[in-house]
């Protein structure tokens, strides 16, 4: 068990650039989540995965975002056009089951919009 | 509505001193689950806890325990005889049985224990 990974650590890029994000879950962990974490708040739900299923996107995941998690592994995060305000750290967690689990967090992707 | 308050942004205390972060929560859901996390500089959260809402047993867990009252809607952390290293912010969430089980975070503690 390698725990979740994510990919970059670091992304700093312009204003108006498309930018990916990679996560890796743990394993077989059927449901993955996506959060946004901006300085000194707690992170924020952006979108849930159960499998290769879309089940829930936040009010803050807009137009310009989009996620998929293709064959129900790992997972993408896409922000087109990106903006100043995209500004943040960008968490995915995995977990498995039907009940409630603790989340297993990767260390998140750090964005920086110039 | 869900909400979580940690209304304490930043506690300091000198080593070995025995430190309470607070966590409120709010939810209309009589079934629950919550959570207290640790974010160390590094940045990647780690689990502590979880309780849900029909246990309200105190947890101790080495130098750390948990105090869960469900007539206060508070689920409070206490570590005793703090050490540098536990340094970090630590974040309460909440996550109600049905749909996604998403976490609703609160804005999270800042520790710093001083050598």
């Known amino acids: 068990d390698t725990g979740v990974s994510q990919n970059p650590r670091h992304k700093i890029t312009k204003r108006g650039q498309n930018v990916t994000f990679r996560c890796d879950p743990i394993?077989?962990?059927?449901?993955l989540y996506w959060y946004r974490q901006t300085l000194g708040q707690g992170p924020e739900f952006l979108t849930y995965f159960q499998n290769e299923a879309q089940l829930e996107k936040s009010r803050l995941l807009s137009d310009r975002f989009s996620a998929e998690r293709p064959k129900g592994s790992f997972s993408t995060l896409e922000i087109q056009r990106t903006e100043q305000g995209d500004s943040a750290m960008y968490l995915c967690?995995?977990?498995?089951?039907?009940?409630?689990?603790?989340?297993?967090f990767g260390p998140g992707t750090r964005l920086t919009v110039t | 509505a869900q909400k979580v308050t940690q209304a304490q942004t930043e506690i300091s205390v000198v080593e070995k001193e025995d430190v309470t972060l607070d966590c409120v929560y709010e939810t209309r859901d009589t079934t629950y689950y919550l959570f207290w996390y640790k974010q160390p500089p590094s940045g990647e959260l780690v689990f502590l806890i979880r309780r849900n809402s029909f246990d309200e047993q105190n947890e101790i867990s080495g130098r750390y325990s948990w105090n869960f009252q469900k007539s206060t809607s508070s689920f409070n952390f206490t570590i005793t005889a703090s050490q540098v290293v536990d340094s970090a912010v630590y974040f309460c969430a909440l996550s109600e049985l049905g749909g996604t089980y998403k976490y609703i975070f609160g804005t999270g503690t800042r520790l710093k224990v001083l050598a």
């Open positions: 394993s077989e962990h059927n449901r």
């Open positions: 967690a995995s977990t498995s089951g039907t009940v409630i689990n603790e989340q297993y």
